[in-house]
């Protein structure tokens, strides 16, 4: 149990009350806690910290199963806590709110008379209700300790931090609601001017909501959002490295932070840094359709097999980018595809990336016997001083023999990484717009620029993917590369037989794909296909055409 994951969560829910978003719920809890006994603001907490807890943890484990956008749970809240202050406000539209909802008043006054004068119970009953309404509107602050609990590996631990934050968070709404019930008990003017009381509070949520908005829109502009990967690191070459010793090391080595968070282990029990305490550890983020990963993965498992009985643990962080590189059965398939022997974790979540604070795939983390990460290299390349290096933390003498695998060089005219969901896409064209989560037919553009994309026919643009609807749906891409590799799918794991044209004409064997056959590839499983190889890079265009519907394509990747 992470007690210091625990006090900090704690503590972030204290320090929320600085918060603009707790501002909104403030009103609620004085005016809530005006009524009723000694002991209602009590219960108001008690329910608030109750419904708060139950509901984050459902929320998390709903959003993470059906993929929902939470910005859009955010936007609702906010326009239910505007409502909220509407209400108030106007008379007319309190003694609608009051007609809707005379049943939960009824049952609210029957809670309060069963639990005697204290009202401690229907305390609990709005305090409930309070916090249904405050989590998702807290998302900025609640995203740091929503993190703490994914990274979290025991529904225990999970539990413990979200009751912390809030406890945290509801001990001074407590005092604030004993306070001012206090204040509203002394002073008859408050209690004569009610009606005006109300409004005020209404109108506090009003701007309180505007301001959140305006806030959260303001940040928008300004922040790049780091809280999922975002790039492919590129391709870097170095020289034959002679010379054994710590090359390009960090300059200050930083203690390796822990596995935290991680789903099924591959070749190997769960493992943590603690137990490879003594040992030189190569940690490998990764994601299987990946064609940068995928070129690391030759060197990798060479270096598992020459240095393993030596000390080396190579241990590789699949992190996905792809909802379908979640699945387990996918991630063993190329794990087994790729002759993987060592160690492999799912990070599902990204807890260990983040707790990495990595940014790229793939992205390798030299540590020494005594935990220490001491060296770093993001994306392909480098072979040599990362292998060079790998054998000094091991005491292993002599030079670096050079790898028969040859370096891919970079092309500073290649086409970049290319998505197709329309989430990160940004070189569509054709007719109509890109429309979103429907079927639409479209028509291909006449010429496609180059480095962009055009569909013919019917496809469903969705967040990550484009999905073929009907037979002969195409896709254009005109791009400038040797090499070029498309992430594809099914809909139903049925296979799928798409059509390939290079220029108008079929691919010939000087420029299919290693996943090419007669101008063909047949789509089995989720995964990165190979689909043109010339001898140079040139600039084509590449046509797809799925034979049948049901064709999932993801992203197109290029290489020299």
């Not at 625990?6 to 806690?33: H, M, T, Y």
Request: proline content about 5%; charged content about 15%.
């Amino acid at each position: 149990m992470n007690l210091i994951e625990i006090g900090s969560a704690f503590v972030e829910g204290i320090l929320l009350i600085a918060s603009p978003c707790i501002l909104p719920v403030l009103p609620l809890v004085l005016s809530a806690s005006a009524d009723g006994g000694k002991k209602r603001p009590f219960g108001i907490i008690a329910g608030f910290v109750l419904s708060f807890s139950v509901f984050a943890l459902i929320s998390r484990s709903l959003v993470e199963a059906l993929h929902i956008d939470v910005n859009i749970i955010k936007t609702v809240s906010l326009w239910l806590l505007f409502l909220f202050g509407l209400v108030l406000i106007s008379s007319k539209m309190s003694e609608v709110f009051s007609r809707l909802t005379q049943r939960a008043a009824s049952f609210g006054n029957t809670v309060s008379q069963q639990s005697g004068k204290d009202g401690f119970f229907s305390g609990m009953v709005i305090g409930s209700l309070i916090g249904l309404i405050w989590t998702p509107c807290a998302g900025p602050i609640l995203a740091v300790v929503l993190v703490q609990v994914i990274k979290e590996q025991t529904n225990l631990s999970a539990i413990l931090i979200i009751m912390s934050f809030a406890v945290g968070a509801g001990l001074p709404m407590l005092a604030i609601a004993l306070v001012g019930r206090s204040v509203l008990g002394k002073f008859s003017f408050f209690t004569k001017h009610t009606e005006e009381l109300r409004r005020a509070f209404g109108v506090i949520i009003i701007l309180s909501v505007g301001y959140i908005a305006f806030s959260a829109n303001i940040d928008a502009l300004f922040t790049v959002d780091n809280s999922m990967p975002q790039q492919t690191a590129p391709a870097t070459t170095s020289a034959q490295t002679p010379a054994l010793q710590l090359e390009d090391g960090l300059e200050q080595p930083y203690p390796a932070p822990a596995f935290t968070g991680l789903g099924d282990w591959f070749n190997s029990r769960p493992l943590t840094m603690a137990d490879l305490k003594g040992k030189v550890v190569l940690v490998d983020f990764w994601t299987y359709s990946c064609v940068n990963c995928v070129r690391t993965l030759p060197y990798i498992t060479s270096w598992d097999k020459k240095y393993r009985a030596q000390g080396l643990v190579i241990v590789g962080i699949h992190s996905p980018e792809f909802e379908f590189e979640k699945e387990p059965e996918n991630v063993k398939a190329a794990i087994a595809a790729r002759g993987i022997k060592y160690p492999v974790a799912l990070d599902n979540n990204l807890a260990t990336w983040l707790s990495f604070n990595n940014q790229y795939w793939p992205a390798h983390y030299l540590i020494n016997r005594d935990g220490q990460v001491v060296y770093t290299h993001f994306g392909e390349g480098r072979y040599d001083v990362t292998e060079n290096n790998i054998r000094y933390l091991l005491g292993l003498k002599g030079t670096v023999k050079p790898s028969a695998q040859k370096e891919i060089p970079s092309d500073a005219n290649q086409t970049p990484e290319t998505y197709l969901g329309y989430t990160r896409t940004e070189s569509y064209v054709g007719k109509p717009e890109m429309q979103h989560d429907v079927t639409a037919t479209y028509q291909a553009a006449v010429p496609v620029p180059l480095n962009s994309w055009t569909l013919q026919g019917s496809w469903r643009v969705e967040s990550e993917k484009d999905v073929a609807v009907d037979d002969n749906a195409t896709l254009q891409l005109r791009f400038s590369a040797k090499k070029v590799f498309l992430v594809m799918g099914t809909t139903d794991g049925k296979p799928v037989k798409v059509s390939l044209k290079l220029d108008g004409a079929p691919l010939v064997k000087k420029t299919d794909g290693k996943d090419v056959h007669k101008s063909t590839v047949t789509v089995e499983r989720h995964t990165l296909y190979e689909l043109v190889s010339l001898p140079s890079s040139k600039e084509g265009l590449l046509e797809i055409t799925a034979q049948q519907p049901g064709l999932e394509i993801y992203a197109f990747t290029f290489g020299g």
